[in-house]
Nanobody, 126 residues
């Protein structure tokens, strides 16, 4: 069973940067894509970014395009979310997720993913 552990969250001032990490273990050979989602206070979970294992293609939410970058480290089975020019509205709990099925649903769809990490809090102050 794939297990995901996020790290790297914390408080940051607006305009600053953070890098989130998501380490995958256990059955990682099955992973076909991984994504980042976030849940702002009082709101539903929303898509942030995703990356396919096979061809490294990526997808981003419009709200984070040109500010966030998703990448992966093969050797470490780790996915990163590099966040720049952070805004107060980026404040949320950030979760990483994985799937072993690609194609049935778009990368942006929360229903595609069947493994989730516990989340890491990102708080952006103005």
């Amino acid at each position: 069973q794939v297990q995901l552990v996020e790290s790297g969250g914390g408080p940051v001032q607006a305009g600053g940067s953070l890098r989130l990490s998501c380490a995958a273990s256990g059955g990682t050979f099955r992973i076909t894509a991984m994504g980042w989602f976030r849940q702002p206070p009082g709101k539903e979970r929303e898509f942030v970014a995703a990356i396919k294992w096979r061809d490294y293609s990526t997808a981003y939410a419009d709200s984070v395009k040109d500010r966030f970058t998703i990448s992966r480290d093969n050797a470490e089975n780790t996915v990163y979310l590099h966040m720049n020019s952070l805004k107060p509205e980026d404040t949320a709990v950030y979760h990483c997720a994985s799937t072993d099925v690609v194609g049935l649903l778009p990368l942006t769809n929360v229903g595609l993913y069947d493994r989730w990490g516990q989340g890491t809090q990102v708080t952006v102050s103005s």
